[in-house]
Protein backbone atom coordinates (compact mmCIF):
# COMPACT_ATOMS: atom_id res chain seq x y z
CA UNK A 1 0.00 0.00 0.00
CA UNK A 2 1.29 3.38 -0.76
CA UNK A 3 0.75 7.29 -0.18
CA UNK A 4 1.91 9.27 -2.56
CA UNK A 5 3.35 12.55 -2.33
CA UNK A 6 2.30 15.12 -5.60
CA UNK A 7 4.14 18.09 -6.64
CA UNK A 8 2.88 19.72 -9.55
CA UNK A 9 5.34 21.15 -11.81
CA UNK A 10 4.63 23.90 -14.99
CA UNK A 11 7.16 24.11 -17.63
CA UNK A 12 7.26 26.58 -20.04
CA UNK A 13 7.27 25.43 -23.63
CA UNK A 14 5.42 26.66 -27.04
CA UNK A 15 2.43 24.92 -26.71
CA UNK A 16 -1.33 25.83 -26.52
CA UNK A 17 -3.41 23.80 -24.48
CA UNK A 18 -7.33 23.28 -23.38
CA UNK A 19 -7.96 20.59 -21.25
CA UNK A 20 -11.78 18.03 -21.16
CA UNK A 21 -12.44 18.91 -24.56
CA UNK A 22 -12.46 15.19 -26.05
CA UNK A 23 -10.54 12.15 -25.30
CA UNK A 24 -9.14 12.60 -28.88
CA UNK A 25 -7.04 15.75 -26.90
CA UNK A 26 -5.83 13.53 -24.28
CA UNK A 27 -4.37 11.22 -26.32
CA UNK A 28 -2.57 14.42 -28.09
CA UNK A 29 -1.61 15.58 -25.11
CA UNK A 30 0.09 12.31 -24.37
CA UNK A 31 1.79 11.56 -27.79
CA UNK A 32 3.46 15.22 -27.64
CA UNK A 33 4.77 14.52 -23.87
CA UNK A 34 6.17 11.02 -25.65
CA UNK A 35 7.95 12.72 -28.19
CA UNK A 36 9.40 15.53 -25.51
CA UNK A 37 10.52 12.34 -23.44
CA UNK A 38 12.45 11.49 -26.85
CA UNK A 39 14.12 14.79 -27.32
CA UNK A 40 11.95 14.75 -30.65
CA UNK A 41 10.73 18.61 -32.10
CA UNK A 42 7.02 18.20 -32.16
CA UNK A 43 4.35 19.94 -34.39
CA UNK A 44 0.63 18.90 -33.90
CA UNK A 45 -2.45 20.26 -35.03
CA UNK A 46 -5.40 18.83 -33.01
CA UNK A 47 -9.04 20.29 -32.50
CA UNK A 48 -7.82 21.58 -28.78
CA UNK A 49 -4.11 21.26 -28.61
CA UNK A 50 -1.91 23.10 -31.23
CA UNK A 51 1.66 22.62 -30.95
CA UNK A 52 4.88 24.13 -33.97
CA UNK A 53 8.07 22.73 -33.31
CA UNK A 54 7.87 22.37 -29.58
CA UNK A 55 10.64 20.96 -27.79
CA UNK A 56 12.34 20.76 -24.17
CA UNK A 57 15.45 23.01 -24.63
CA UNK A 58 16.98 21.34 -21.50
CA UNK A 59 18.45 18.29 -20.70
CA UNK A 60 16.27 15.99 -20.65
CA UNK A 61 14.45 14.46 -17.56
CA UNK A 62 13.96 11.47 -16.63
CA UNK A 63 10.86 9.89 -18.36
CA UNK A 64 7.76 11.75 -16.19
CA UNK A 65 4.88 9.77 -15.41
CA UNK A 66 1.61 10.66 -17.12
CA UNK A 67 -1.24 10.48 -14.79
CA UNK A 68 -4.42 10.99 -16.11
CA UNK A 69 -7.54 12.03 -12.89
CA UNK A 70 -10.69 10.42 -13.53
CA UNK A 71 -14.39 9.47 -12.65
CA UNK A 72 -16.73 9.12 -15.56
CA UNK A 73 -16.13 5.22 -17.70
CA UNK A 74 -14.66 7.35 -20.84
CA UNK A 75 -11.91 9.14 -18.72
CA UNK A 76 -11.48 6.03 -16.80
CA UNK A 77 -11.01 3.69 -19.75
CA UNK A 78 -8.48 6.22 -21.41
CA UNK A 79 -6.42 6.71 -18.45
CA UNK A 80 -6.25 2.47 -18.89
CA UNK A 81 -5.44 3.29 -22.19
CA UNK A 82 -2.65 5.97 -22.14
CA UNK A 83 -1.54 6.85 -18.57
CA UNK A 84 1.63 5.18 -16.30
CA UNK A 85 -1.10 6.17 -13.40
CA UNK A 86 -4.85 5.67 -13.50
CA UNK A 87 -6.31 8.31 -10.38
CA UNK A 88 -9.54 7.07 -9.46
CA UNK A 89 -10.67 10.56 -8.20
CA UNK A 90 -14.20 10.65 -7.42
CA UNK A 91 -13.95 10.15 -3.52
CA UNK A 92 -16.82 7.84 -2.99
CA UNK A 93 -15.66 5.32 -1.51
CA UNK A 94 -18.28 2.11 -2.42
CA UNK A 95 -16.64 -0.76 -3.24
CA UNK A 96 -19.00 -1.46 -5.94
CA UNK A 97 -18.41 1.40 -7.60
CA UNK A 98 -14.70 1.22 -7.24
CA UNK A 99 -15.04 -1.75 -8.55
CA UNK A 100 -16.43 -0.77 -11.81
CA UNK A 101 -13.90 2.22 -11.88
CA UNK A 102 -10.83 -0.48 -11.89
CA UNK A 103 -12.65 -2.54 -14.18
CA UNK A 104 -12.92 0.36 -16.23
CA UNK A 105 -9.70 1.34 -16.19
CA UNK A 106 -8.07 -2.60 -16.90
CA UNK A 107 -10.76 -2.66 -19.84
CA UNK A 108 -8.87 0.86 -21.89
CA UNK A 109 -5.60 -1.15 -21.05
CA UNK A 110 -5.88 -4.14 -22.28
CA UNK A 111 -7.79 -2.79 -25.60
CA UNK A 112 -4.71 -0.84 -25.86
CA UNK A 113 -2.20 -3.71 -25.79
CA UNK A 114 -1.16 -3.21 -22.67
CA UNK A 115 0.26 -5.29 -19.56
CA UNK A 116 -1.87 -4.16 -17.18
CA UNK A 117 0.48 -5.46 -14.57
CA UNK A 118 2.74 -2.13 -14.76
CA UNK A 119 -0.31 -0.10 -14.19
CA UNK A 120 -0.49 1.88 -11.44
CA UNK A 121 -4.14 2.89 -10.05
CA UNK A 122 -4.49 5.24 -7.59
CA UNK A 123 -7.48 6.20 -5.09
CA UNK A 124 -8.27 9.73 -3.65
CA UNK A 125 -9.61 9.13 -0.03
CA UNK A 126 -10.72 12.14 2.43
CA UNK A 127 -9.06 11.43 5.46
CA UNK A 128 -9.46 12.74 8.75
CA UNK A 129 -7.31 12.05 11.81
CA UNK A 130 -7.95 13.31 15.08
CA UNK A 131 -7.45 11.44 18.71
CA UNK A 132 -10.45 12.75 19.74
CA UNK A 133 -12.72 10.48 17.42
CA UNK A 134 -15.81 13.12 17.45
CA UNK A 135 -13.99 16.00 16.41
CA UNK A 136 -12.24 13.89 13.15
CA UNK A 137 -15.66 12.98 12.29
CA UNK A 138 -17.01 16.11 12.33
CA UNK A 139 -14.23 17.81 10.62
CA UNK A 140 -14.84 15.22 7.75
CA UNK A 141 -18.65 16.20 6.90
CA UNK A 142 -17.76 19.52 5.19
CA UNK A 143 -15.51 17.52 2.67
CA UNK A 144 -18.61 14.48 2.70
CA UNK A 145 -20.57 16.97 2.15
CA UNK A 146 -18.36 18.40 -0.88
CA UNK A 147 -18.57 15.07 -2.47
CA UNK A 148 -21.92 13.92 -2.26
CA UNK A 149 -23.26 17.18 -3.82
CA UNK A 150 -20.32 16.61 -6.91
CA UNK A 151 -20.97 12.80 -7.29
CA UNK A 152 -24.76 13.56 -7.18
CA UNK A 153 -24.07 16.74 -10.03
CA UNK A 154 -26.05 19.20 -7.96
CA UNK A 155 -23.27 21.36 -7.06
CA UNK A 156 -23.40 25.04 -9.35
CA UNK A 157 -20.55 23.49 -11.60
CA UNK A 158 -21.31 19.95 -12.04
CA UNK A 159 -25.08 20.90 -12.56
CA UNK A 160 -23.83 22.13 -16.31
CA UNK A 161 -22.52 19.08 -16.95
CA UNK A 162 -24.99 16.44 -19.40
CA UNK A 163 -22.39 14.06 -19.53
CA UNK A 164 -22.59 12.89 -15.87
CA UNK A 165 -25.01 10.12 -14.56
CA UNK A 166 -25.13 9.00 -10.66
CA UNK A 167 -23.20 5.98 -9.91
CA UNK A 168 -25.79 3.39 -9.48
CA UNK A 169 -24.59 2.63 -5.86
CA UNK A 170 -24.81 6.24 -4.75
CA UNK A 171 -28.11 5.95 -1.98
CA UNK A 172 -27.67 9.40 0.10
CA UNK A 173 -31.13 10.19 0.63
CA UNK A 174 -32.55 12.76 -1.74
CA UNK A 175 -33.71 15.00 1.32
CA UNK A 176 -30.35 15.40 1.95
CA UNK A 177 -28.89 16.24 -1.29
CA UNK A 178 -31.54 18.39 -1.68
CA UNK A 179 -30.95 20.24 1.66
CA UNK A 180 -27.03 20.69 0.84
CA UNK A 181 -27.61 21.88 -2.93
CA UNK A 182 -30.31 24.52 -1.57
CA UNK A 183 -28.69 25.34 1.44
CA UNK A 184 -25.07 25.62 1.06
CA UNK A 185 -23.14 27.15 -2.00
CA UNK A 186 -19.89 24.82 -1.71
CA UNK A 187 -17.62 27.19 -3.89
CA UNK A 188 -18.22 30.42 -1.86
CA UNK A 189 -19.73 29.47 2.00
CA UNK A 190 -16.48 27.85 3.78
CA UNK A 191 -18.08 26.40 6.68
CA UNK A 192 -20.97 23.81 6.37
CA UNK A 193 -23.84 24.94 8.68
CA UNK A 194 -24.57 22.35 11.21
CA UNK A 195 -28.14 21.75 10.49
CA UNK A 196 -26.78 20.32 7.28
CA UNK A 197 -24.05 18.26 9.02
CA UNK A 198 -26.83 17.47 11.20
CA UNK A 199 -28.27 15.24 8.24
CA UNK A 200 -24.39 13.53 7.58
CA UNK A 201 -25.06 10.16 9.30
CA UNK A 202 -22.18 7.83 10.12
CA UNK A 203 -22.99 5.52 7.47
CA UNK A 204 -23.40 8.55 5.16
CA UNK A 205 -20.05 9.57 6.37
CA UNK A 206 -18.36 6.42 6.15
CA UNK A 207 -19.57 6.27 2.22
CA UNK A 208 -17.26 9.80 1.91
CA UNK A 209 -14.41 9.77 3.96
CA UNK A 210 -12.07 7.67 6.18
CA UNK A 211 -12.81 9.55 9.82
CA UNK A 212 -11.66 8.35 13.13
CA UNK A 213 -8.51 7.71 15.31
CA UNK A 214 -5.33 7.04 13.80
CA UNK A 215 -5.95 3.13 14.47
CA UNK A 216 -9.39 3.31 13.12
CA UNK A 217 -8.01 5.35 9.80
CA UNK A 218 -5.11 2.41 9.46
CA UNK A 219 -7.66 -0.81 9.92
CA UNK A 220 -10.34 1.47 7.28
CA UNK A 221 -7.67 1.67 4.32
CA UNK A 222 -6.15 -2.05 4.84
CA UNK A 223 -9.82 -2.83 4.47
CA UNK A 224 -10.52 -0.58 1.18
CA UNK A 225 -7.34 -1.94 0.34
CA UNK A 226 -8.06 -5.65 0.82
CA UNK A 227 -11.37 -5.33 -1.15
CA UNK A 228 -9.94 -3.58 -3.72
CA UNK A 229 -6.12 -5.36 -4.70
CA UNK A 230 -5.80 -4.06 -8.00
CA UNK A 231 -5.43 -0.44 -6.18
CA UNK A 232 -1.53 0.33 -5.74
CA UNK A 233 -2.24 3.50 -3.38
CA UNK A 234 -3.97 6.14 -2.16
CA UNK A 235 -4.08 10.11 -2.55
CA UNK A 236 -4.87 11.67 0.61
CA UNK A 237 -7.16 15.12 1.02
CA UNK A 238 -7.06 16.65 3.91
CA UNK A 239 -9.92 17.78 5.57
CA UNK A 240 -10.03 21.85 4.25
CA UNK A 241 -9.10 24.61 6.52
CA UNK A 242 -11.78 26.66 7.15
CA UNK A 243 -11.63 30.45 8.47
CA UNK A 244 -11.88 29.44 12.58
CA UNK A 245 -8.87 26.32 11.83
CA UNK A 246 -5.39 27.67 12.89
CA UNK A 247 -2.20 26.79 11.65
CA UNK A 248 -1.43 24.03 14.75
CA UNK A 249 -4.90 22.19 13.37
CA UNK A 250 -3.38 22.08 9.95
CA UNK A 251 0.21 20.65 11.34
CA UNK A 252 -2.28 17.91 13.83
CA UNK A 253 -4.01 16.95 11.01
CA UNK A 254 -0.84 16.02 9.11
CA UNK A 255 0.51 14.39 11.81
CA UNK A 256 -2.27 12.22 12.41
CA UNK A 257 -1.60 11.52 8.66
CA UNK A 258 1.78 10.58 9.67
CA UNK A 259 0.43 8.51 12.45
CA UNK A 260 -2.13 6.17 10.01
CA UNK A 261 0.65 6.08 7.84
CA UNK A 262 3.31 4.58 10.77
CA UNK A 263 0.45 2.03 11.36
CA UNK A 264 0.10 0.86 8.01
CA UNK A 265 3.77 0.16 7.82
CA UNK A 266 3.42 -2.00 10.71
CA UNK A 267 1.25 -5.74 11.22
CA UNK A 268 -2.50 -5.62 10.39
CA UNK A 269 -4.65 -6.11 13.21
CA UNK A 270 -6.22 -9.95 13.25
CA UNK A 271 -9.69 -8.32 12.03
CA UNK A 272 -7.72 -6.98 8.46
CA UNK A 273 -5.81 -9.93 7.79
CA UNK A 274 -8.64 -12.23 8.29
CA UNK A 275 -10.46 -9.76 5.11
CA UNK A 276 -6.97 -9.58 3.13
CA UNK A 277 -6.76 -13.67 3.19
CA UNK A 278 -10.55 -14.31 2.05
Excluded at 95 to 103: F, K, L, T
Excluded at 165 to 179: I, L, M, S, Y
Excluded at 215 to 232: G, N, V
Aim: aromatic share 4%; charged share 25%; glycine share 6%.
Amino acid sequence: MMVRVVFLVVLLSPVVVSLGASAADDRNLAEIKAKHDRGEKVTLDGAIVHVHDATLDCPLPPPIPILVAARASRMLRLAGEIADIAHLASLFLNVAHQRENVAAVLAGARGAGRDTRALEIDASVTISVSADREHARHEARRNAAQTILWIAGTDSHNRRRRDWQRPAQFDVPEHVVNALTTGWDMWNQPELPRALEALIDDRILDEFAVAGTADECAERLREISAALPEITGFRVKLPRPTRAATYQDYEQAIIGMGQVIARLSGPASPEAASLAAR
